[in-house]
T-cell receptor
Framework: DAGVIQSPRHEVTEMGQEVTLRCKPI?????LFWYRQTMMRGLELLIY????????DSGMPEDRFSAKMPNASFSTLKIQPSEPRDSAVYFC?????????????FGPGTRLTVL | GESVGLHLPTLSVQEGDNSIINCAYS??????FIWYKQESGKGPQFIID?????DKRQGQRVTVLLNKTVKHLSLQIAATQPGDSAVYFC???????????FGTGTRLKVLA
């Protein structure tokens, strides 16, 4: 298995632009998580899905952020409009609820820079 | 992936020595605790986990200890190798959720 796939790996954009980050979870996994990592705040959970349904979005910073999971193999995290403080590395992770462990498998991340 | 940088506590260990990385957690109702390793430019990678009804669990070269009385978790790495250099995060999963709450991380530097 290729693992969790994220695209793009790097994104540089200007303030005010829309940014869309993409994630393909591991096939068969029923949980998908979006995280943000910054120097100041560390790793923060933004939102997670179970069977394509958002379960907890309490970590989403504000209305500028939205996430969707139209099917079991694809999710997006959108920021509109983007701001310089959104600059961070965004990780997607997936897991299998009925596995023996609660291990989450992380993707390589998308490094976002908002100028 | 970017790891928390300047504000991270750092542990420097000689190659071949044992390493002990500590973590304090906040929620006494957490059911599950996990250690992750993050190398520069990569996503976090699972190391070992432990349920709240256990005190100790061993893996390959790693041991996790859980002290619920003082809400403390530690990761012991035996015979530390250069490839162990990374940032290590503990995470707790509160009861009834699938949410990881990550700690701030510790940077491990292995000295040759």
């Amino acid at each position: 298995d290729a693992g969790v796939i994220q695209s793009p790996r790097h994104e540089v954009t200007e303030m005010g632009q829309e940014v869309t980050l993409r994630c393909k979870p591991i096939s068969g996994h029923d949980y998908l998580f979006w995280y943000r990592q910054t120097m100041m705040r560390g790793l923060e959970l933004l939102i997670y899905f179970n069977n394509n349904v958002p379960i907890d979005d309490s970590g989403m910073p504000e209305d500028r952020f939205s996430a969707k999971m139209p099917n079991a193999s694809f999710s997006t995290l959108k920021i509109q409009p983007s701001e310089p403080r959104d600059s961070a590395v965004y990780f997607c992770a997936s897991s299998l609820s009925w596995a023996s462990s609660w291990e989450q498998f992380f993707g390589p991340g998308t490094r976002l820079t908002v100028l | 992936g970017e790891s928390v940088g300047l504000h991270l506590p750092t542990l420097s260990v000689q190659e071949g020595d044992n390493s002990i990385i500590n973590c304090a957690y906040s929620n006494s109702a957490s059911d599950y605790f996990i250690w992750y390793k993050q190398e520069s430019g990569k996503g976090p990678q699972f190391i070992i986990d432990i349920r709240s009804n256990m005190d100790k669990r061993q893996g390959q070269r790693v041991t996790v200890l859980l002290n619920k009385t003082v809400k403390h978790l530690s990761l012991q790495i035996a015979a530390t190798q250069p490839g162990d250099s990374a940032v290590y995060f503990c995470a707790e999963i509160p009861s009834g959720t699938y949410k990881y709450i990550f700690g701030t991380g510790t940077r491990l530097k292995v000295l040759a």
